[in-house]
């Protein structure tokens, strides 16, 4: 009918869409708590920015809009713009995506700092100061505990661990198989391969073909030299000759021929090595 036509359409639905993702950016729990949703690009228990700098940022704001500061318009329509090109995406919030809203937030974070300070006076001043600087001391170290100490261990894979060292021990193996199989549960895993194995691209780009894409847009390469990249069957396993698998532990059978493994810093398993 008419009036469906004009509620459900191509326009309202994106629009809706795109105003959703859009305001994912402007949440407080995105800006002071929990930050990105996506582990790779976050600190576990961090926001992007300090909790104690949303008391400076709602300050700066109103002083701006109080003191009617020279270049107000200008900040405003920085940070409205900045998170644009992020809404068109379907992951979001997204802190990488938003970076341009770092500049103006802090400019205006750094004006509520200053306001702060001209807002109190004499000994409450002293205070006010004293519990800034203790709460950002604890904000800071633990930061700097969750990003070295916690991470690491919680979060291995969002930034590919063991991929290094599982290409460092195919090195040892490859040779004595005539093929090499690899899991892709971990991303796109040939990437890797080639980096780490430093593998000559004038040999590599001959052979690289993208397979179709999949539902998030994404083509992968599938296999070149020896190496294949997919998932790997328990049942193949005792079924090859001359095969070197490299899987995952939810892959690779608990009897099976196991010849290596890469442990990951929290001491979960991150590859198998293993054949007939």
Known sequence: SFKDKIIHNKLTAYGFSFLSHYLDHFRPDFLFIRGDPLIRNKVPETGQFYLIEALF???????????????????????????????????????????????????????????????????????????????????????????????????????????????????????????????????QPYILVLFYKKYDPRKYQPQAILSPRDKFNFGTVRHFDKFEFRPILPEEISKSENILFVGTDQEIPKNANIIDKVIYPNGEIAFIFTHK
């Not at 920085?78 to 997204?94: C, E, K, N, R, V």
């Not at 205070?127 to 291995?156: A, C, D, T, W």
């Open 57 to 187: 940022l709602v300050v700066g704001l109103l002083s701006l809009i109080k003191n009617r500061f020279e270049h107000i318009k200008l900040l405003i329509i920085w940070i409205l713009i900045a998170p644009l090109a992020s809404s068109m995406t379907y992951q979001t919030p997204h802190a990488l995506r938003a970076l341009n809203m770092v500049v103006p937030l802090t400019l205006l974070m750094g004006y509520g700092i200053i306001n702060l300070w001209f807002m109190v006076y004499g000994l409450w001043r002293k205070i006010v100061i004293g519990l800034v600087v203790v709460i950002f001391l604890f904000e800071f170290v633990h930061y700097m505990e969750s990003y070295y100490v916690h991470y690491p261990k919680r979060n291995p894979l969002a930034w590919e661990y063991g991929f290094k060292e599982m290409v460092e021990k195919l090195g040892k193996y490859e040779h004595l198989y005539n093929n090499v199989v690899i899991t892709d549960r971990y991303d």
